[in-house]
């Protein structure tokens, strides 16, 4: 099966060893340069836990309760209970 190439690899000895160093040192510095990415993600990552920790804190110190999220089975307030009575005026059939 013919390579194609985009140019012709190099036919000295030493540019090829050359394009083998050049081409160990981009991917050294990829990698380095993930690698500083990753730890600058990771770092904001960890102060925002932390601030929020310190935020849960320092609300809970204060005495803010947080509201459960949803419909609790046991009304705690019977002076919201709106009572009605209604009438079925029609009904839709399928």
Do not use: C, H
């Not at 013919?2 to 510095?29: E, W």
């Not at 809970?60 to 309760?65: I, N, P, Q, S, Y």
């Amino acid at each position: 099966m013919p390579r194609y190439y985009i140019s012709a690899p190099p036919a000295n000895p030493l540019s090829r060893i050359l394009a083998a160093v050049f081409a160990v040192l981009l991917i050294a510095g990829a990698v380095v340069f993930g690698v500083f990415v990753f730890a600058v993600i990771a770092a904001l990552g960890v102060v925002s836990w932390i601030v929020l920790s310190i935020r849960r804190w320092w609300l809970r110190r204060k005495g803010v309760e947080q509201q459960p999220s949803g419909p609790t089975n046991q009304p705690s307030d019977r002076s919201n209970v709106i009572d009605a009575e209604y009438t079925v005026i029609s009904r839709r059939r399928d």
